[in-house]
């Protein structure tokens, strides 16, 4: 099967993160939790991962990275575990429900309010943030890139034109792993990383990043392995952010995959760039179809055929042509909803840098042939 759903997971994991992974279970201990050499020697390999991320992602040091199970978790982190009572937050109708869902339950439990950037032209501008902070505006949610289009809106003029006590929330999903994303650079005050995307990782490696300036308040609570007499959470990060075992497996997955990312960050970066090129100038060429997206690093193709559904299509891709992609809607009913796309949903075949122009075609001879 040709697999063209790496925007939901990467469906190729280097070599170097399998063998990760295989070592890990041959060797696995509770890191952090005994005083044993073989949990001793996780421990140390979880800690690097962390410097890695925090050097990677120019943070604000490794205790303020914390490892979540993906990146809904950490955003939930950022969002529930640092909003209060009367904030206010600015965000896109670009979001992933993993934003959208957090601030809509604040807002129904009377905790918050919350208004929607609209797109402009298929976009997202940053002076349009700016005319809807407020004086209790606490935090600013913007995607890295979309889920839906692949658009990735300009985080460091969005952060220049904010008040500076407004908080920068990112989530990271589509973005990390394709294009840099320094925080300290773009301002960024919280970042929420999906591992199995991007970033090469398996599924269960997710992480939040956050500045000095964010406080985020446990969701979970239960055992650290750290000031084990107390009944409350330790005070200090990363401990206070996490509750229970740590998945080590998923961690050394990804610690490999973002050294491969920073080996091929450029060269990736520019192939999937070239890959949605091509696939958005040859579905200008078939009357059938209508392209949602375009060329971007993120590897993302969104399109609708005029006359099936989005979830026929792609049912219809892999039964008959063994081609792997998403139909319907993408867990972002704000973005469907401004791109008039809530009824029919849209097929999303996405990229990995891996891939060549060879998947490429062999999409678009499918497409051609329904």
Request: one cysteine or more; hydrophobic letters at 45%.
């Amino acid at each position: 099967m040709i697999y063209l759903d790496n925007a939901a997971t990467g469906g190729t994991k280097p070599y170097s993160v399998q063998n990760a992974v295989l070592a890990s279970l041959k060797a696995c201990a509770n890191p952090g939790r005994s005083g044993h050499a073989l949990s001793l020697a996780c421990a140390e390999r979880v800690q690097a991962c962390r410097v890695l991320l925090d050097d990677v992602f120019n943070g604000y040091g490794f205790d303020r990275v914390v490892f979540t199970k993906n990146c809904t978790e950490a955003l939930n982190l950022a969002l529930i575990g640092t909003l209060c009572e009367g904030d206010h937050v600015v965000t896109t109708c670009l979001e992933h429900n993993s934003v959208l869902r957090p601030l809509d339950a604040l807002a129904r439990a009377g905790t918050i309010t919350y208004d929607v950037v609209p797109l402009r032209d298929g976009q997202i501008f940053a002076e349009d943030f700016l005319a809807r902070v407020k004086e209790n505006t606490a935090v600013v949610a913007v995607t890295s890139a979309s889920n839906v289009t692949g658009y990735a809106p300009d985080l460091a003029a969005i952060r220049s034109i904010l008040p500076p006590r407004v908080k920068l929330v990112v989530d990271g999903a589509q973005g990390a792993g394709h294009f840099p994303l320094k925080m300290r650079e773009l301002g960024i005050d919280a970042l929420a990383l999906a591992g199995h995307k991007g970033l090469n990782a398996i599924q269960g490696a997710g992480a939040l990043l956050f500045s000095d300036r964010v406080t985020p308040r446990p969701l979970l609570f239960g055992g650290t392995g750290s000031e084990s007499i107390r009944l409350d959470m330790p005070e200090y990060f990363p401990d206070r952010l996490e509750s229970g075992t740590l998945s080590y497996p998923a961690i050394c997955s990804l610690f490999e995959g973002v050294l491969q990312f920073q080996a091929d960050e450029e060269a990736g970066g520019k192939k999937l760039l070239s890959l949605t090129t091509r696939v958005y100038e040859a579905l200008s060429d078939l009357s059938n179809y209508r392209a949602f997206f375009r060329p971007n690093a993120s590897g993302i193709c969104a399109f609708a055929h005029r006359e099936i559904p989005s979830e026929e299509v792609a049912s219809i891709l892999s039964e008959r042509f063994h081609i792997a992609v998403r139909g319907g809607l993408h867990c972002a009913p704000l973005a469907h909803k401004a791109l008039g796309t809530d009824n029919i949903g849209l097929v999303r075949a996405s990229f990995s840098p891996v891939q060549s122009w060879r998947e490429a075609d062999a999409l678009l001879r499918a497409l051609k042939r329904i």
